[in-house]
């Protein structure tokens, strides 16, 4: 049992809630504080009980190996954990402590009240077998510790590790093993963290952790290595480990760029499969995407700013009449870039909102030019989902239409799939603001994605764009067939207009007719063009469109019909 003195000076090193002096077998052998508030037992309790036991069966990995590894004269934390509370809940709580050099040997361990922010949503976030953060959460986490990225050195902030030909050991072990042996990966890359949250697995086998700074990425190697090696039979897994510390980018992305490029330089390198690794290879390669990904972003910041890229329009035609409906506005840059990877990039740092509108403000010009001229065409503006879960995402449409109120109805909002909308019901409720000021909202490449059938239930829109993928496949494979027309009358029992993509023969523009697909969009009918005011002209002396009021439609068709072309 420790003295009075030792629990004094233990105390100074942590202010806490609660303080616990545990013996080296791991069990309690002193308590106080706030116990029955927090854990909801008293000093009886705990005392000669497992330290573990306080923690849920997720946590007992990191917890076990953070004890374990305390030295004497050294600091434990502080590191976010979860413990097992009163009444079964699992509050957050901040793990510290301090192991004394004289004395029993024992540790001294503290348990507070978050002072630091923890990371919203992280519980859903969770991988199910090491407990580290998926990618989605791994995400979310570096973006939120954006400032401990200065804190920890820029030199040494994030480690991206990969555990070669760890599906072979995996296979060959049962499934009480592999969960140990995951719980303990997971233990370990946490007890590095800097928060004891801010790790993640990438892929199967590739992980990030943004690290503290006093962490000794070769020493992790290794240890990771005897996690390996000690589950499989003669101790010899096969399992090759490799780690890189990267360097922070620039400051003069800012901090939430900085963390959004530095993830999707890892996201992009870890779904890179096809070129042969080495540990140089991997270093290197991932160093050269990194700055790729850096002068990108910096190339694209400088477009954006210049407005230094153009609007082609591609008409939407109506099935039966062949007339044009609408167009949709699309993003050309310099021949060079590649528009879809360049959107990809937009999303993924934190600059699709600004693209989208930017291509808004010039469809505005495009209208008010056509006015000039007696023509009031429909265009479709491809709003992405991350723009769409920016709160100031509304506000924005409204300052750019505050002038201009009488356009709305001539402008389409046609929401892209390339990533997933995470608050579904704050996107509808935007959805629904954009149709209440007179817009029509379409959902763009249904059916491309898990989550279409989610969004169609969820999302109150007035159009679905059908991938091009069903469109090409459908006159060929009956399975793609069925599920093309499984798709068409569900958009039709639900009052949904239809738009098929990719119709690049009139085989295929007869066909989708004739399973009652309303509108078609393709090569057969124009290509986008960059000459805007001809295309426009054209379309309108070809004679009026159909307006969405006409042909056949039930009676539950959504409110409001489209203008039709003066």
């Given at each position: 049992m420790a003295s009075e003195r030792e629990r004094l000076l233990a105390f100074c090193f942590a202010n806490a809630d609660i303080l616990l002096e545990v013996s080296t077998d791991g069990r309690v052998v002193f308590a106080c504080g706030a116990l029955s508030s927090l854990l909801?037992?008293?000093?009886a309790a705990l005392i000669g009980r497992p330290l573990l036991d306080r923690f849920p069966a997720e946590e007992k990995p990191l917890v076990r190996r953070l004890v374990g590894a305390m030295a004497a004269n050294s600091r434990l934390g502080p590191i976010l954990v979860t413990?097992?509370?009163?009444?079964?809940?699992?509050?957050?709580?901040?793990?510290?402590?301090?192991?004394?050099?004289?004395?029993?040997?024992?540790?001294?361990?503290?348990?507070s009240r978050p002072q630091i922010s923890t990371i919203e949503g992280a519980g859903r976030h969770r991988d199910s077998e090491t407990g580290l953060l998926d990618q989605d959460g791994f995400q979310e986490a570096l973006t939120h510790r954006t400032g401990d990225l200065a804190r920890v050195g820029s030199d040494s902030a994030l480690t991206l590790i990969?555990?070669?030909?760890?599906?072979?050991?995996?296979?060959?072990?049962?499934?009480?093993?592999?969960?140990?042996?995951?719980?303990?990966?997971?233990?370990?890359?946490?007890?590095?963290?800097?928060?004891?949250?801010?790790?993640?697995?990438l892929s199967d086998n590739r992980y990030g952790i943004l690290r503290r700074p006093d962490t000794d990425t070769h020493a992790l190697e290794r240890e990771l290595q005897v996690i390996a090696d000690q589950m499989a039979p003669g101790h010899d897994s096969g399992v090759r480990v490799s780690?890189?510390?990267?360097?922070?980018?620039?400051?003069?992305?800012?901090?939430?760029?900085?963390?959004?490029?530095?993830?999707?330089?890892?996201?992009?390198?870890?779904?890179?499969?096809?070129?042969?690794?080495?540990?140089?290879?991997?270093?290197?390669?991932?160093?050269?995407?990194?700055?790729?990904?850096?002068?990108?972003?910096?190339?694209?910041?400088?477009?954006?700013?210049?407005?230094?890229?153009?609007?082609?329009?591609?008409?939407?035609?109506?099935?039966?009449?062949?007339?044009?409906?609408?167009?949709?506005?699309?993003?050309?840059?310099?021949?060079?870039?590649?528009?879809?990877?360049?959107?990809?990039?937009?999303?993924?740092v934190g600059m699709a909102?600004?693209?989208?509108?930017?291509?808004?403000?010039?469809?505005?010009e495009i209208l008010l030019s056509a006015r000039h001229g007696g023509m009031r065409p429909l265009i479709a503006v491809n709003v992405s989902a991350a723009s769409l879960e920016d709160r100031t995402f509304i506000e924005a449409v409204e300052r750019l239409l505050n002038d201009h109120p009488d356009l709305r109805p001539q402008i389409?909002?046609?929401?892209?799939?390339?990533?997933?909308?995470?608050?579904?019901?704050?996107?509808?409720?935007?959805?629904?603001?954009?149709?209440?000021?007179?817009?029509?909202?379409?959902?763009?490449?249904?059916?491309?994605?898990?989550?279409?059938?989610?969004?169609?239930?969820?999302?109150?829109?007035?159009f679905v764009k059908i991938d091009g993928a069903y469109i090409k496949q459908a006159v060929r494979d009956r399975r793609d067939e069925a599920i093309l027309k499984a798709m068409i009358v569900m958009c039709r029992t639900l009052g949904i207009f239809t738009i098929a993509e990719f119709?690049?023969?009139?085989?295929?523009?007869?066909?989708?007719?004739?399973?009652?697909?309303?509108?078609?969009?393709?090569?057969?009918?124009?290509?986008?063009?960059?000459?805007?005011?001809?295309?426009?002209?054209?379309?309108?002396?070809?004679?009026?469109?159909?307006?969405?009021?006409?042909?056949?439609?039930?009676?539950?068709?959504?409110?409001?019909?489209?203008?039709?072309?003066?």
């Amino acid at each position: 049992m420790a003295s009075e003195r030792e629990r004094l000076l233990a105390f100074c090193f942590a202010n806490a809630d609660i303080l616990l002096e545990v013996s080296t077998d791991g069990r309690v052998v002193f308590a106080c504080g706030a116990l029955s508030s927090l854990l909801g037992c008293g000093q009886a309790a705990l005392i000669g009980r497992p330290l573990l036991d306080r923690f849920p069966a997720e946590e007992k990995p990191l917890v076990r190996r953070l004890v374990g590894a305390m030295a004497a004269n050294s600091r434990l934390g502080p590191i976010l954990v979860t413990i097992s509370g009163k009444s079964g809940e699992t509050p957050s709580m901040v793990l510290a402590g301090y192991r004394l050099e004289a004395g029993s040997g024992n540790f001294f361990l503290t348990l507070s009240r978050p002072q630091i922010s923890t990371i919203e949503g992280a519980g859903r976030h969770r991988d199910s077998e090491t407990g580290l953060l998926d990618q989605d959460g791994f995400q979310e986490a570096l973006t939120h510790r954006t400032g401990d990225l200065a804190r920890v050195g820029s030199d040494s902030a994030l480690t991206l590790i990969k555990l070669d030909h760890m599906e072979s050991l995996q296979s060959s072990l049962g499934p009480e093993e592999t969960a140990r042996m995951m719980g303990e990966i997971g233990g370990l890359l946490r007890s590095h963290a800097i928060d004891g949250q801010t790790a993640g697995r990438l892929s199967d086998n590739r992980y990030g952790i943004l690290r503290r700074p006093d962490t000794d990425t070769h020493a992790l190697e290794r240890e990771l290595q005897v996690i390996a090696d000690q589950m499989a039979p003669g101790h010899d897994s096969g399992v090759r480990v490799s780690g890189t510390s990267i360097d922070v980018p620039p400051d003069e992305l800012g901090d939430d760029t900085a963390a959004k490029v530095l993830l999707y330089a890892v996201n992009r390198f870890a779904q890179d499969d096809d070129r042969p690794f080495t540990i140089s290879s991997f270093r290197e390669g991932f160093r050269e995407m990194l700055s790729d990904t850096v002068a990108d972003v910096v190339r694209l910041r400088e477009t954006l700013e210049s407005r230094g890229f153009s609007v082609a329009l591609q008409p939407i035609v109506g099935l039966g009449d062949r007339a044009v409906h609408h167009f949709e506005a699309l993003s050309r840059f310099p021949e060079t870039v590649s528009p879809a990877e360049t959107v990809s990039l937009a999303e993924n740092v934190g600059m699709a909102l600004k693209l989208d509108l930017i291509v808004l403000e010039r469809v505005i010009e495009i209208l008010l030019s056509a006015r000039h001229g007696g023509m009031r065409p429909l265009i479709a503006v491809n709003v992405s989902a991350a723009s769409l879960e920016d709160r100031t995402f509304i506000e924005a449409v409204e300052r750019l239409l505050n002038d201009h109120p009488d356009l709305r109805p001539q402008i389409y909002i046609e929401i892209t799939e390339s990533m997933q909308i995470r608050d579904i019901e704050q996107a509808n409720l935007r959805v629904r603001h954009l149709r209440a000021a007179g817009h029509k909202v379409c959902l763009d490449d249904f059916g491309a994605g898990s989550a279409s059938f989610r969004y169609i239930k969820a999302l109150d829109v007035d159009f679905v764009k059908i991938d091009g993928a069903y469109i090409k496949q459908a006159v060929r494979d009956r399975r793609d067939e069925a599920i093309l027309k499984a798709m068409i009358v569900m958009c039709r029992t639900l009052g949904i207009f239809t738009i098929a993509e990719f119709v690049e023969t009139e085989d295929q523009a007869t066909k989708l007719r004739e399973m009652g697909v309303d509108y078609g969009q393709g090569y057969l009918f124009g290509r986008p063009s960059l000459d805007v005011e001809a295309l426009i002209a054209l379309a309108t002396h070809r004679g009026p469109a159909r307006t969405e009021s006409s042909g056949r439609r039930p009676r539950m068709m959504r409110r409001g019909a489209v203008e039709s072309w003066e």
